[in-house]
T-cell receptor, first 115, second 116 residues
Framework: DVKVTQSSRYLVKRTGEKVFLECVQD?????MFWYRQDPGLGLRLIYF???????EKGDIPEGYSVSREKKERFSLILESASTNQTSMYLCASPPLRNPLNYEQYFGPGTRLTVT | AQTVTQSQPEMSVQEAETVTLSCTYD???????LFWYKQPPSRQMILVIRQEAYKQQNATENRFSVNFQKAAKSFSLKISDSQLGDTAMYFCAFMKHGPGANNLFFGTGTRLTVIP
């Protein structure tokens, strides 16, 4: 059974703190994604990675960075958390590009509150 | 750029009845995939159904079916015999086909409530 896990379900941090959100997948996938989910806005892509040490900006990268040191782990970093980064964060990993199997598997999400 | 529009923020349906959720999209791509994802209160995103744009036949998965109109760029989801467990947020999503990382473009979601 394929699995994408995220380090925390709920997280509360203070403004200005450095925050790490971890995502781990056990499917040996190259591609990993970080999305942010907000009411009325759906899911928006923050960053993605298509290989170890490779990363690309998504639609809303400002205020975030990422790290991919190992294939199975993709970290989202808030260098200095702000209240407007209070949100739900979802990690996803699809299989290799294969027209017969392109489903994205999502983690359970981390609800981050910045106070 | 791709955009996905879900014009119904909230909908409700009586148990055992049928409901249709709307989705339109805009793209200049010819080859792509469309998806409906379900997010129940547990927050776990679950793939409900997918459609390849090159296929004319509408996809079906048990009680879930789609009405894919490529020319109109419309991709609606029909849920038949609604069950209480269908209560969830439903997201329509688009993915390009071809080289490059296959990220999803999501609509804003429709919150569906199934009423007993």
């Amino acid at each position: 059974d394929v699995k994408v896990t995220q380090s925390s379900r709920y997280l509360v941090k203070r403004t200005g703190e450095k925050v790490f959100l971890e995502c781990v997948q056990d499917m040996d996938h190259e591609n990993m994604f970080w999305y942010r989910q907000d009411p009325g806005l759906g899911l928006r892509l923050i960053y993605f990675s298509y290989d170890v040490k490779m990363k690309e900006k998504g639609d809303i990268p400002e205020g975030y960075s990422v790290s991919r040191e190992k294939k199975e782990r993709f970290s989202l970093i808030l260098e200095s958390a702000s209240t407007n980064q209070t949100s739900m964060y979802l990690c996803a990993s699809p299989p290799l590009r294969n027209p017969l199997n392109y489903e994205q598997y999502f983690g359970p999400g981390t609800r981050l509150t910045v106070t | 750029a791709q955009t996905v529009t879900q014009s119904q923020p909230e909908m409700s349906v009586q148990e055992a009845e049928t409901v249709t959720l709307s989705c339109t999209y805009d793209t200049s791509e010819n080859n792509y995939y469309l998806f409906w994802y379900k997010q129940p209160p547990s927050r776990q995103m679950i793939l409900v159904i997918r459609q390849e744009a090159y296929k004319q036949q509408n996809a079906t998965e048990n009680r879930f079916s789609v009405n894919f109109q490529k020319a109109a760029k419309s991709f609606s989801l029909k849920i038949s015999d609604s069950q209480l467990g269908d209560t969830a947020m439903y997201f329509c999503a688009f993915m390009k086909h071809g080289p490059g990382a296959n990220n999803l473009f999501f609509g804003t979601g429709t919150r569906l409530t199934v009423i007993p």
